[in-house]
């Protein structure tokens, strides 16, 4: 038992050094985060599958006999006591960090109708303009390639060219097998602190993917808030100039940024919406009828869970902070159309 101590005395001093020493968060990110991904990143990311599902596919029988097996117990006292470390080593200290867009000097604020709606014409306009480039299946909806995750890797890692904490390895995004799971959570990927893993659900509308393996991947470089991680995700899929990438990225800022403007200026919202070309139209529809047929108490549930979640590790808008991502896209690109 002294080694399930020991592991615990650890996680607790990771959990409160941030609360008593000013700047340790930061400086833990900057030293740590690189050695656990070049390390247990790189250990994992050589499997071709979610070791973090396997492990909770796993999990089921050890928690059913556990509680007849006094070695099982055992084995159940060790792997929460392994897990609660890796919380906090992966996890809890980067909550305390200084924000992303803060570090990045990128200042978030007021915003007229007026310029919200500037930021949903270029998205429209990106939107349109790419949505012929990319390929298409039968039914006329975006497919992706097998090359996808390589290229949002390379992508995220040009990031880091701008923003050094973006910088260095990235572990290759995996399906997860049993994406209905996912789907009944309404979840689009899920980020595994105990195993370095960004997972990604298979099933979803494939514009939806290079999106959502950045905004995963940013969470393995200890980007905790949401609004942050869909931003890094928007910043890696628009830059990158691959064609099924920038139209993820611009199809999933348009729906976020448009969203907003919808329930602040109708007018404005619909004369821009009707813009949109079908194919990217088709692709948007087909997506919301596959999340409607999940819509339940499982889904209510796991976002209220995540919810509790969030606000527990001090984002404190919860969920709202996925859709609070409008804020940063429409400050950066008007700052960039100045």
């Not at 999933?252 to 619909?270: A, K, M, V």
């Not at 139209?281 to 999940?294: E, Q, S, T, V, Y």
Request: proline residues 4%; aromatic residues 12%.
């Amino acid at each position: 038992m002294f080694i399930c101590i020991a592991m615990l005395a650890a996680g607790m001093l990771l959990a409160i050094a941030p609360r008593l020493l000013p700047g340790f968060a930061d400086r833990y990110a900057e030293v740590m985060n690189p050695v656990i991904l070049n390390t247990l990143g790189r250990l994992t990311g050589l499997l071709p599958f979610s070791l973090a599902e396997l492990l909770i596919l796993a999990a089921v029988p050890v928690l059913v006999f556990s509680f007849r097996k006094k070695v099982l117990r055992k084995v159940l006292a060790y792997i929460l006591c392994t897990m609660f470390l890796l919380f906090q080593l992966n996890e809890g200290v980067y909550f305390s960090r200084t924000r992303f867009a803060d570090a990045a000097g990128i200042r978030t604020g007021n915003y007229t109708d007026e310029e919200l709606a500037q930021v949903c014409r270029y998205l429209a306009d990106e939107v349109n303009a790419w949505a012929p480039l990319v390929t298409r299946d039968n039914a006329g909806l975006m497919k992706t390639d097998a090359g996808v995750s390589k290229r949002l890797r390379t992508s995220m890692q040009a990031l880091g060219e701008n923003w050094p904490c973006l910088s260095g390895y990235y572990p290759p995004p995996k399906p997860v097998f049993f994406s209905v799971a996912l789907n009944h959570m309404n979840f689009t990927g899920i980020y595994s602190i105990f195993t370095v893993e960004a997972n990604y659900n298979r099933d979803m509308a494939e514009y939806n993917m290079p999106f959502t393996m950045g905004h995963e991947l940013s969470h393995v470089k200890g980007i905790m808030s949401e609004k942050e991680a869909n931003f890094i995700g928007y910043l890696a899929c628009i830059n990158s100039g691959d064609p099924d990438l920038h139209y993820s990225g611009a199809v999933l800022g348009w729906i976020y940024c448009g969203n907003e403007l919808h329930d602040r200026n109708y007018s404005l919202w619909r004369e821009i919406a009707l813009k949109i070309c079908p194919e990217a139209d088709r692709d948007m529809k087909a997506n919301n009828a596959f999340w409607d047929r999940f819509d339940g108490p499982v889904a209510e549930t796991a976002e209220q869970a995540n919810d509790s979640y969030l606000k527990a590790g001090g984002i404190f808008e919860g969920v709202r902070s996925y859709d609070l991502v409008v804020d940063l896209i429409t400050k950066y690109e008007l700052g960039r159309q100045k």
